[in-house]
T-cell receptor, first 109, second 113 residues
Framework: GQNIDQPTEMTATEGAIVQINCTYQTSGFNGLFWYQQHAGEAPTFLSYNVLDGLEEKGRFSSFLSRSKGYSYLLLKELQMKDSASYLCAAGGNDYKLSFGAGTTVTVRA | DTGVSQDPRHKITKRGQNVTFRCDPISEHNRLYWYRQTLGQGPEFLTYFQNEAQLEKSRLLSDRFSAERPKGSFSTLEIQRTEQGDSAMYLC???????????FGPGTRLTVL
């Protein structure tokens, strides 16, 4: 089966950095995805890691350690529009995604 | 707009009625996925297609649920004899092959009264 764990909520101030951790257990691991979801909207793709290490994309970076079953999403220079739910998803057998419950990030002025 | 589209966006129905949702994936994408999402949870996998072939169905998908993708393009998800527990957001996603990111549609929010 699949087990994806991530914190429920995080709060940070505008301009700060926030790190969202995710641990996973899955069979047939085929990469770790991060999605952003604003309230009432569909998830939008942020990043994909299949090899160990850090992937940087502008203000967002994602890290993966396959041996530890661990990933994190780093959000830098936080903006109010970054207030959203961030979903960690593990690609399993045949690339089906198993999602965590999501981490709600609130950015305060 | 060339993204994933879903219709309807909202559906309110009475318990016991049948409902059908449609998903139009990105045109060149051969994989199509259906997920269900309830408040405060991440999407849960329901089923997926590669072209017109339905490759897997989750145990979440009872025999009241059926999905088709007759020509390998759009897909429909039908729920028969709806129950209040079926109330959720139904999300469709598509991808080009299995190893690429999935692009999600806006979802159909179902409310069963």
């Amino acid at each position: 089966g699949q087990n994806i764990d991530q914190p429920t909520e995080m709060t940070a101030t505008e301009g700060a950095i926030v790190q969202i951790n995710c641990t996973y257990q899955t069979s047939g691991f085929n990469g770790l995805f991060w999605y952003q979801q604003h309230a009432g909207e569909a998830p939008t793709f942020l990043s994909y890691n299949v090899l160990d290490g850090l992937e940087e994309k502008g203000r967002f970076s994602s890290f993966l350690s396959r041996s530890k079953g661990y990933s994190y999403l780093l959000l830098k220079e936080l903006q109010m529009k970054d207030s959203a739910s961030y979903l960690c998803a593990a690609g399993g057998n045949d690339y089906k995604l198993s999602f965590g419950a999501g981490t709600t990030v609130t950015v305060r002025a | 707009d060339t993204g994933v589209s879903q219709d309807p966006r909202h559906k309110i129905t009475k318990r016991g009625q049948n409902v059908t949702f449609r998903c139009d994936p990105i045109s060149e994408h051969n994989r199509l996925y259906w997920y269900r999402q309830t408040l405060g949870q991440g999407p849960e996998f329901l089923t997926y297609f590669q072209n017109e072939a339905q490759l897997e169905k989750s145990r979440l998908l009872s025999d009241r649920f059926s999905a088709e993708r007759p020509k390998g393009s759009f897909s429909t998800l039908e729920i028969q004899r709806t129950e209040q527990g079926d109330s959720a957001m139904y999300l469709c996603a598509s991808s080009l092959g299995g190893r690429n990111e999935q692009f999600f549609g806006p979802g159909t929010r179902l409310t069963v009264l």
